[in-house]
């Protein structure tokens, strides 16, 4: 069965560029969102396997995001994509409950492998990207 994504930043090139690197492995976005907001109102309509959440947004951060993703699907997988590279900031997140982080830029095979260990396990750590 294909993975499906909903990828949120607030900056469309990045968004671009993540669902190209989805799409590739063979993942399937099914949504894109560029504020907090939208991402919560997305993720509850449409469910998706995995949010990739930008730290710094409008509206609301990727953090609160996350806290009211969880509220609302305790077992939902979210991955933090940011420039910010403040271990503060990344302990909150991951106590609001993202699971993993990458920090920007990026290069997709770090995002496959980050993606991947989130949604099928650790032990697929430095594996290959899966394609189904």
Do not use: C
């Not at 069965?1 to 063979?26: G, N, S, Y």
């Not at 399937?28 to 469910?47: M, S």
């Not at 951060?61 to 997988?77: C, L, T, V």
């Not at 420039?83 to 909150?92: C, H």
């Amino acid at each position: 069965m294909i993975k499906t994504i909903l990828v949120v930043d607030d900056i469309a090139f990045v968004r671009k560029t993540l669902t190209e690197i989805f799409t590739e492995a063979h993942y399937e976005v099914i949504g894109e969102a560029a504020d907090g907001k939208e991402a919560i109102d997305l993720f509850n309509k449409l469910k998706p396997d995995l949010v990739t959440l930008d730290l710094v947004m409008p509206k609301m951060s990727g953090i609160e995001a996350a806290r009211q993703i969880i509220k609302s699907d305790p077992h939902a997988k979210i991955m933090m994509i940011t420039a910010m590279s403040q271990e503060n900031l990344v302990m909150e997140a991951i106590n609001a409950g993202v699971r993993d982080y990458l920090l920007k830029p990026f290069a997709a095979q770090d995002v496959l492998r980050t993606a991947e260990r989130i949604l099928f396990g650790d032990h697929l750590i430095n594996s290959k990207p899966r394609s189904t």
